[in-house]
T-cell receptor, first 110, second 115 residues
């Protein structure tokens, strides 16, 4: 089983809608989780990190973590065409390495 | 958070040759990581570059193919040796942003094409 499983999409949403991205992980000992955004031809950019159960909001982005069920999600509210990108879920392992999911490509239709 | 300068940004190389990629960080960092992103794929960790000791390689990656140097706490190089077309990828370095539970920053990447 891969360490991080991410629904690979692609995901297409209309402008103004909510985009919902999900990830599950296998190691119950994982402490911190990250969502990166990667535009085509660019390097990944950190948009959210979360390490406590519950929700964490930053602007139009909300990260959700449920350690009992071993999933982490990202909601993008009021999606804009500029949100069109690949979103990568990652977790930090016990030896401080990042393990990435496969990525979900999001397209926001104007 | 740390700022990374990575170069070259891209290169086209002949098979059988080697390319060295450099990452310079604007602050001292204990750990630096090298990733590969194959076309249409996610990121795969190649190795952890440790200052003053040998790099630690992930399964499937070996020092002879990807030698790494880490002469100080702000600089590292990754060499892709004896290249083949299968090595065509984006190579990225990454460092912690600072907090123990915080995220990691990535360099701008090196897009390598082997012909």
């Amino acid at each position: 089983q891969k360490e991080v499983e991410q629904n690979s999409g692609p995901l297409s949403v209309p402008e103004g809608a909510i985009a919902s991205l999900n990830c599950t992980y296998s190691d119950r000992g994982s402490q911190s989780f990250f969502w990166y955004r990667q535009y085509s031809g660019k390097s990944p950019e950190l948009i959210m990190f979360i390490y406590s159960n519950g929700d964490k909001e930053d602007g139009r982005f909300t990260a959700q973590l449920n350690k009992a069920s071993q999933y982490v999600s990202l909601l993008i509210r009021d999606s804009q065409p500029s949100d069109s990108a690949t979103y990568l879920c990652a977790l930090k392992t016990n030896d401080y390495k990042l393990s990435f999911g496969a990525g979900t490509t999001v397209t926001v239709r104007a | 958070s740390a700022v990374i300068s990575q170069k070259p940004s891209r290169d086209i190389c002949q098979r059988g040759t080697s390319l060295t990629i450099q990452c310079q960080v604007d602050s001292q960092v204990t750990m630096m990581f090298w990733y590969r992103q194959q076309p249409g794929q996610s990121l795969t960790l190649i190795a952890t570059a440790n200052q003053g000791s040998e790099a630690t390689y992930e399964s499937g990656f070996v020092i002879d193919k990807f030698p790494i140097s880490r002469p100080n706490l702000t600089f590292s190089t990754l060499t892709v040796s004896n290249m083949s077309p299968e090595d065509s990828s984006i190579y990225l370095c990454s460092v912690p942003q600072g907090q123990d539970l915080g995220g990691y920053t990535f360099g701008s990447g090196t897009r390598l094409t082997v012909v």
